[in-house]
Every structure is written in C-alpha cells, then in structure tokens.
C-alpha cells in the first residue's frame, strides 16, 4: 500500500485481496473482492471474476459509473498511508517497508486507541449482507440467493431471486459493492433498498437494530489483535478421531499446544504438548484462531482466566493471567 | 487475444512516485502467468485514457 492514496481506495484492509473497476479518472464502475466469515473464496472465484469483468465492459460501454459520494470518493485530499503519523513508528523499526493492507487497519485502530475512543466490535468492519440475512450469490453477485427467515431482511420483503440494484440509492452489483455501503450505514435506522424481481422494481426499507453489525465469526480479521489479549500460545485443532481416543466429543475444544511465546503462558505453567479442552469456561469446539479471537473480543488486559489442559491425559486446571497491556511492534 | 481491461496491481511493491519513504521502498515483484500487469496507477490511469479501456485495479497481500 506504499504510496496509494487511501482516501481513494478505501475498503476491508483486513482482506488479502481486493479490486475495483474504474475508468481513467478514477471513477468507479464496480468494486469485486470481499468474503463471508466461512472462507477466504466464498465470493472469490474464476466465475464470479469473469461476471464482474463483463459486467464492468457493459458499464463502461455505457458510461455508468457510480456517483462520487461518500461510498465513492474522490481521493480529495489525498492520504497516503506513509502521512499517518502510526504508520511511520511501525515501519521505523521494520526492515522491509513494506505497507500491507492490514497495516492501514492497524494504524487507523491504534490511533482510536491512543485517543480512548478504540472498541472491540470496530473490528467487524465491512459488514456482510448476511448479517441483515442476505445471502448472496457467489457468482452473480447481485442476486439474492437465499434470505434467512425471520431477519430483518426476510421482514422487509426481501426474497431469494430478487436481484438488488442499490443500496440507500448506491448501484450495488457485487458482494463488494454492497459491504461498502454497509460499511457507511449506521447501527440504527431505515436502510433503503430497491430490488428486481419478475420485471419490476420492488422497494423496501430493511429496519436495523443494535449489533447488527457486530456479528460472525471475526477470526479471519488479522485487526482483532488490536483489541483484546491473545492466549501466547499456538496449537493444532485436534480431528474427531483424536478427539474420540482422549474421550471427547467431535463438538468438543481440543488443541494441542504447539509453541508458546507469551511469558502470560509459560507463567500459567502451559506446556507444549497440553491438550486445552476448556477457556474462560468455554469448551466448544474451535480452531487455535477462533480461540485466540474469542479472548481478543471478550477478555480485556490485564484480565485472569481459567484454563484446563489433559496432560498425559490427565486433566490439569491453570490460572492465566492475561498481559496487562498491548505489545506493540 | 487483447485484454479489454488494462490490469493493474497493487501491493506492498508498488512503485509509486512523491514518497517520503522513496529511498526505502520495495521494489516491484513480478506476477506470473501471462498478463502484463502495470505496477503504477498513473501509468495504468494514462493506459487507460489512451486505450479508452477501463482498469482493473488489484489489491493483493503477500505476507
């Protein structure tokens, strides 16, 4: 991100791909990019690329390009990510330069936090149309492909086959169009959306409630570490059969401790090779990431935690005490 | 066949110009496969203007 005006280019930082169809001025057509909480190529594949590369060719045929507004700014002023002053300490003491796109994230939450203003759930930023239940489709992206009964999408009329056509009146024809306005609409009020179905424009007001956009699975969001502390230590998700011969049930937490680099471990008496079957009281089953992101958005520093570990199969009660405040690189 | 979209990407390399870290950025690393990429936004945007083709612009991590 050396050097990109991100006042332009503003989208989900915490992905690891993105891209947007624009013209020579800069002007948008369509953004692609973009991913539901179950997977990196949910919405990210040959298909739905080559969908959008014919769809940006027609609107470019005709000159449709979105509206510069706030969903679609200009880039004026610029901002490169080398001017924030965050970004500068971080890259002091790193040898290569290299500004990746989860950087800009890190600085821009880090800056909240220096000013007292950071919260946990400013990590679910770009918020998925599922999180109004709005399943869309993964090729043809602007088709609803199911809507989950009972949400707020469901209650506004909104039906599996509509294919949506904006967004509080932004044109949205992929998955990444429509968690940009997402990502501009507030945590309550009315979200104006207009809709195709059978030849006519159908409209609907979808009703937003507290947290709608605090929900999901945030694990694949590198930013979380920003919130809350994390476990320091890794480990393996142990399979249904290694689970079955340490007596467990498939839906169980199993993970075996693999390396530990945070003295907050070593000094909770961890050791590799532990089997940790319970967290905070929490025994579901979850990946090493899933584990450290719970304690990320529901611990704070500084916080203790009880931890139980089968060692030699036997099983071992540990007390953790969480760092007390954020190491920074 | 010609490409109908000019292909740009973007990642930590991209050579940019009016850096305060110029003396330290990375240089550009090549994409395999058989598009030509430009590495540069201006570069892409002035492509663009003289091909009246639009552009693809990629965002990639390589961490």
Not at chain 1, 13 to 23: C, E, I, K, P
Not at chain 1, 157 to 176: C, E, I, N, T
Not at chain 1, 221 to 241: C, E, K, M
Request: glycine share 8%; with cysteine.
């Amino acid at each position: 991100m050396n050097g990109i005006n991100i006042n332009r280019f503003q989208f989900e930082y915490d992905l690891t791909w993105m891209s947007f169809f624009q013209n020579h001025r800069g002007e948008t057509y369509l953004r692609f990019g973009g991913r539901e909480d179950a997977g990196p190529e949910t919405h990210l594949t040959k298909d739905s690329l080559i969908q959008a590369m014919n769809t940006a060719l027609e609107l470019h045929r005709s000159k449709m390009v979105k509206p510069t507004n706030r969903y679609e700014p200009s880039g004026e002023p610029s901002l490169t990510p080398e001017q924030l002053p965050i970004t500068q300490k971080m890259l002091a003491n790193r040898k290569n330069k290299c500004i990746h796109c989860h950087d800009i994230k890190t600085a821009q939450l880090r800056e909240l936090r220096s000013k007292g203003q950071l919260k946990k759930e400013m990590v679910f930023s770009y918020p998925s149309p599922s999180n109004l239940g709005i399943r869309l489709d993964p090729v043809n992206q602007s088709t609803i492909q199911s809507i989950e009964e009972g949400s707020v999408a469901f209650d506004a009329g909104l039906r599996a086959g509509d294919v949506l056509q904006s967004l509080d009146r932004q044109p949205v024809f992929s998955f990444a169009d429509a968690t940009r306005v997402l990502e501009l609409t507030p945590e309550t009020g009315k979200l104006n959306v207009v809709a195709h179905r059978v030849g006519q424009d159908f409209h609907c007001q979808i009703d937003l409630s507290d947290q709608w956009r605090a929900a999901g699975d945030p694990s694949w969001r590198d930013s979380t570490h920003l919130v809350g502390p994390n476990s320091g230590f890794w480990g393996v998700r142990q399979d249904a059969d290694q689970k079955s011969r340490l007596k467990l049930g498939a839906g169980k937490l199993a993970i075996k401790v693999t390396a530990i680099w945070g003295k907050w471990a070593k000094q909770a008496g961890i050791q590799q090779g532990d089997i940790v079957i319970m967290i905070d009281g929490v025994s579901d089953d979850m990946h090493i990431r899933q584990l450290q992101s719970y304690l990320q958005m529901k611990k704070n520093w500084g916080e203790t935690i009880g931890i139980m570990v089968l060692r030699q199969q036997q099983p071992v009660e540990l007390t953790m005490k969480l760092p007390d405040e954020p190491t920074e690189e | 066949m010609k490409l109908a979209v000019i292909v740009l990407v973007v990642s930590c390399q991209i050579v940019a110009s009016g850096l305060s870290f110029s003396q330290e950025k990375p240089a550009p690393t090549e994409v395999s496969g058989d598009i030509d990429w430009v590495f540069d936004i201006e570069e892409g945007q002035k492509i663009s203007q003289d091909s009246s083709k639009p552009m693809f612009i990629v965002f990639r991590c390589e961490r």
